[in-house]
């Protein structure tokens, strides 16, 4: 059974951190990219990153470069997503999603994800 288990969300000041995690089990990780998604109240699902497990290429979509950050750990089958000055408009219920590297073409886009975790809130105050 596949799963994607999300954790470290949190409560933060805006300039604060969070580093969100999603642990992985059920396929074989190495074949597969882990995607960063958010969604706030009334928003459409965004592509915030992506990460290839197989060379660690990576992608962020342009309103967190500089800011956050993707990696993964093989070995422990996580990703992590370490999200650096933090704005209140990166509040969202932040989804882990996995999909295999082969069949990828576009990496923000939530339809080409197979799986998906149940996600964690972000809240970030002024």
């Known amino acids: 059974e596949v799963q994607l288990v999300e954790s470290g969300g949190g409560l933060v000041q805006a300039g604060g951190s969070l580093r969100l995690s999603c642990a992985a089990s059920?396929?074989?990780?190495?074949?597969?990219?882990i995607g960063w998604f958010r969604q706030a109240p009334g928003k459409e699902r965004e592509g915030v990153s992506c990460?290839?497990?197989?060379?660690?290429?990576?992608y962020y979509a342009d309103s967190v470069k500089g800011r956050f950050t993707i990696s993964s750990d093989n070995a422990k089958n996580t990703v992590y997503l370490q999200m650096n000055s933090l704005k209140p408009e990166d509040t969202a219920v932040y989804y882990c999603?996995?999909?295999?590297?082969?069949?990828?073409?576009?990496?923000?886009?939530?339809?080409?994800?197979?799986?998906w975790g149940q996600g964690t809130q972000v809240t970030v105050s002024s």
């Open positions: 059920g396929f074989t990780f190495d074949d597969y990219a």
């Open positions: 999603a996995a999909t295999a590297i082969a069949t990828l073409i576009h990496p923000n886009r939530p339809y080409e994800y197979e799986y």
């Open positions: 990460i290839r497990s197989s060379d660690g290429s990576t």
